[in-house]
């Protein structure tokens, strides 16, 4: 596609509810990327693919975050019982190589839990 | 670890006056990335410096990369309302890219 792009663009979640967060890279884009972020702050790294291989996870704050990628193009983040803490937006972003290139933000999934 | 800080936190100028943003780090960067988000938008790409002492012009915008490559600045001439939002730092590192905590620009008309 021509852009980076995440569904749902906005989600409410109770708590302790579970939620899954799509993302389709820009086609042929090797890296993928998810950030979190907080109102008024940067993006947070969570974590980063390479094809289909997961790098670095290491920015997950919890073993309620998961992220997967099975065939290298579309990501699932999801997060298990959800808590008012993971309220934020949720960006994932794509890159064409392995490092050193422009990474392309989509527009993020909006996460409330209530 | 890598600490790189942004400073500062926020910036409210007159339109018209010049904005510059600083990022530092403690140590030697292979490169920097510089992204402005808009109020309720995601980041978007501005520029990217990889060599020692590099300067690059983008109409009002200069960003420069320090000849030790531990800091780097972007600098904005007279500022335009359309300039508003937030400007951050990105710094690679193993594949990762990891923000700054970001210079938030107000414009007063």
């Known amino acids: 596609g021509a852009g980076v792009s995440q569904s749902p663009r906005y989600k409410v979640a109770k708590r302790g509810q579970d939620v899954a967060l799509r993302c389709d890279p820009i086609?042929?884009?090797?890296?993928l990327f998810w950030y979190q972020q907080a109102l008024g702050q940067g993006p947070e790294f969570l974590t980063y693919?390479?094809?289909?291989?997961?790098?670095?996870k290491s920015g997950l704050p919890s073993d309620r975050f998961f992220a997967e990628r099975p065939e290298g193009s579309v990501s699932t983040l999801k997060i298990q019982r959800t808590q008012q803490e993971d309220s934020a937006v949720y960006l994932c972003?794509?890159?064409?190589?392995?490092?050193?290139?422009?990474?392309?933000f989509g527009e993020g999934s909006w996460l409330t839990v209530v | 670890g890598q600490q790189v800080m942004q400073i500062p936190q926020y910036q409210h100028v007159q339109e018209g006056e010049d904005f510059t943003t600083y990022c530092n780090s403690s140590?030697?960067?292979?490169?920097i990335q510089w992204y402005k988000q808009r109020p309720g938008g995601h980041p978007v790409f501005l520029i990217q410096l990889v060599k020692s002492g590099e300067v690059k012009k983008q109409k009002r915008l200069t960003f420069q990369f320090g000849e030790a490559k531990k800091n780097s600045s972007l600098h904005i001439t007279a500022t335009q309302t359309t300039d508003v939002g937030t400007y951050f730092c990105?710094?690679?590192?193993?594949?990762?890219?990891?923000f700054g905590k970001g210079t938030k620009l107000s414009v007063k008309p």
């Open positions: 990105a710094w690679g590192s193993q594949g990762n890219l990891i």
């Open positions: 140590t030697t960067l292979s490169n």
């Open positions: 972003a794509s890159r064409r190589g392995s490092s050193g290139n422009t990474i392309y």
């Open positions: 086609s042929g884009h090797v890296s």
């Open positions: 693919f390479q094809n289909e291989a997961q790098l670095d």
